[in-house]
């Protein structure tokens, strides 16, 4: 882009970002320094600061920056009742349901054998130890509902069922609001074996 | 997507980057934190290096950490022609021709008066000072091929001419491996004027 050395490295370090690549980081690089100095220092900051600061909550495995994140530190919750979800952000849109009471545990992940991610990467044994704590009688596993997550799903199954612990999947069905001619087969095909 | 303040922190600073919304801001994000906290520390450091050390050339305007940049400090390049591009990634593929051994003015952005950038935000005094300077004798306009990027050419050939430089723009015309059948009839029609 032209022959200034930090703006060379600021392009290769933007590529890192998931999704980026030269044309995007040209292009972000471009409009932080034109445009938004101010941003480009916030940005430096916060990244410095989040990577120095966030770790995993010692319970659900959750980003957090104390040693037991906030949901698992809140007495009111339900401590019989353990969700198992992939991310932080299916964590959030769980809470946003308003739906769910109990705690969680995050995998950070998915098994997902072909990019070398196993059960150890996301941490189901942490899982097994944390669902045999004594208080936790039903998991209820709400890994996404595709290839990989029904496989991340039906390994953390068939490590807990033998432990005497319930386990249980998010429903199959219609999703709410849709027209039932534009649901795709499958989805009907679930929804008509699970109907109630 | 969680109770930590310095996840929402970086959460928010990323979605600064221009194309980034608050899906992809919590992907990077996670990604950075999860995956990838050597990347974070880089970009926080390249970020932060580059916001500092990175200005304008004073001759063409583009991005430099010298006073000077390395194309216009070069004894060898032909000072008789000026190429007006509007960005650093612009001159960076015309050098990458090989066929232009002028000197750049990188304007930094286009005419848009519906964004409100006029001939002010453009530097357009600062390019009729670098191209009256008794040296230009040529300013060869290579902005878009856009709406706004012939606006911007107008107005700069506009501002020229009547103080005796020669103004020309990059030829319009069928690119170089394309069938005609799917050339657009716009194009054909240009390179058929121009035809030589």
């Known amino acids: 882009m ?3 050395s930090s703006l060379d490295a ?10 980026v690549g030269i044309k995007s980081a040209q292009r972000m690089a471009f409009h932080m320094l034109q445009h938004d100095r101010e941003g480009a220092e916030m940005l430096s900051r916060a990244l410095h600061e989040a990577s120095n600061s966030i770790r995993h909550c010692e319970r659900c ?8 994140c906030e949901v698992c530190s809140d007495p009111g ?5 353990l969700c198992v ?3 932080p952000a299916d964590q959030s849109a769980m809470e946003r349901t308003g739906a769910f009471k109990g705690l969680y545990f995050v995998l950070m992940g998915r098994l997902s054998p072909l990019d070398g991610v196993g059960p150890r990467d996301i941490g189901v044994k942490k899982l097994i130890e ?3 704590d004594g208080m936790v009688q039903e998991v209820i596993l709400a890994t996404s509902f595709t290839a990989e997550g029904e496989a991340t799903a039906y390994a953390i199954g068939e490590a807990l069922r033998p432990r005497g612990i319930q386990v249980t999947r998010l429903a199959r069905g219609v999703p709410v609001g849709s027209e039932l001619e534009f649901v795709d087969l499958g989805t009907i095909a679930h929804a008509l074996a699970d109907r109630r």
């Open 85 to 87: 979800v992939e991310t």
């Open 61 to 68: 495995h959750t980003f957090t920056e104390a040693a037991i």
């Open 77 to 81: 919750r339900d401590m019989s009742r």
């Open 10 to 19: 600021l392009i290769q370090a933007l590529r890192r970002l998931p999704g």
């Open 2 to 4: 032209s022959d200034t």
């Open 130 to 132: 944390r669902a045999t």
